[in-house]
């Protein structure tokens, strides 16, 4: 006699089938999340690429994500934070972001005084010339520094005006042979400022040596190789599968226990023997 019960478990065993990779899913993201920790957020889309780029050139997994004010954010795992921000700290990265004479231009509705108009001006020139000297090849970051005096026409002595070049640059990039380059493009970008009155500092850095050029070490887990780093994500995963599974399987159990038949069937009457009276 078929079981009456047997359409209404199989229907209950595929619904928690169907639900199951989804909560696998959900986990594994979740365990995957837990394990990692932001490096930076408030990035643009070029930050955060040359961010995870250079990690992953020291062999280091980084991911970037969109965070809701539309800005990236940079995240790793746990346990290479520190090897991480020491990356970024010998690769002057992220990159600062500079004014343009625009950005610090922009009107606010009040008057400004011819004070606060100089400093502005000296300010966005700083700006503008310490971008354009970043953007040289083999520069980590660079700064330069005004010093524009107010001259009174009427005086006989005039304080002339000067710069100061502060680089910090990849030791290996011959930068000394682009002193004289970088000190007349700072002479011609200020107006009064000239090639002497200019000094350039700089500071070699040097590049720390990549791990992607060693052969990692790795480490058998169930019989899959995995990374070190990725050894304690493996196992948390795979724990929490199991247990999503052995909640499955143990409701699955107890849901076909308490549906299992009595034992006890009605009799059809048209099946007892026939007795003559």
Known sequence: M????????????SGCLARGPVALVFLAILLLQACSVQLYSGLNQRQANE??????????????????DGKM?????????????????????????FHTLGDVFKRGGLVSSPVEERATMIYGLSQELSQTISDIDGVLSARVHLVLPENDPLRQQLVPSSASVFIRHRAS??????????KMLVAKGVAGLT??????????????TPEAATEPRLTSFLGIWLHPDSLSAAV??????????????????????????????????AALPLTRT
């Open 2 to 13: 078929p079981n009456p019960t047997l359409p209404r478990w199989t229907s209950l065993l």
């Open 51 to 68: 961010i995870v780029a250079t990690l992953m050139r020291h062999g280091i997994a980084a991911q970037s994500e969109l965070a809701k």
């Open 73 to 97: 954010a940079v995240s790793v795992e746990k346990n290479r934070f520190a090897e991480a921000m020491a990356i970024l700290d010998e690769s002057g990265l992220p990159k600062q972001e």
């Open 173 to 182: 990039v011959a930068m000394n042979e682009l002193i004289p380059q970088v």
């Open 195 to 208: 090639y002497d009155n200019v000094s350039v500092t700089l500071i070699p850095v040097a590049a720390p």
């Open 236 to 269: 948390w995963l795979f724990c929490g599968m199991a247990a999503v599974i052995l909640a499955l399987g143990s409701r699955l159990f107890y849901v076909q226990w308490r549906q299992r038949p009595s034992g006890v069937y009605p009799l059809d009457p």
